[in-house]
């Protein structure tokens, strides 16, 4: 059994998912109790399911609602502007 970091923490997402084989149920509760970013990994996992099943945290799922809003957020990012655009527009460059 791989309980620890460099396993690519699959066997969380198998536990969240109720997948966990018995034998290795305790051992993967224990690296859960003693590891910080196996439990960060878990409280996310969760997070993300629960965001997928909740219309209440996911609002819409209407693609054009989704599209609309991700427009109105990207024209309120500021534009990044490669270093010597910048410098030529504030005439640094000639």
């Known amino acids: 059994m791989n309980g620890g970091a460099g396993d690519g ?12 084989e018995a034998q290795d149920l305790a051992a993967r509760l224990d690296v859960l109790v003693s590891d910080p970013q196996a439990r960060q990994a878990w409280q996310a996992y969760h997070l993300i399911g629960d965001v997928l099943r909740s219309r209440d945290l996911a609002p819409s799922t209407d693609p054009a609602v989704f599209l609309e809003r991700l427009s109105q957020r990207l024209s309120q990012e500021p ?3 490669p270093a010597s655009q ?8 000639r």
């Open 79 to 81: 534009v990044a502007v």
């Open 86 to 93: 910048a410098a030529a527009m504030l005439g640094v460059l």
């Open 9 to 20: 923490r699959e066997w969380i997402s198998a536990l969240a998912d109720g997948q966990c």
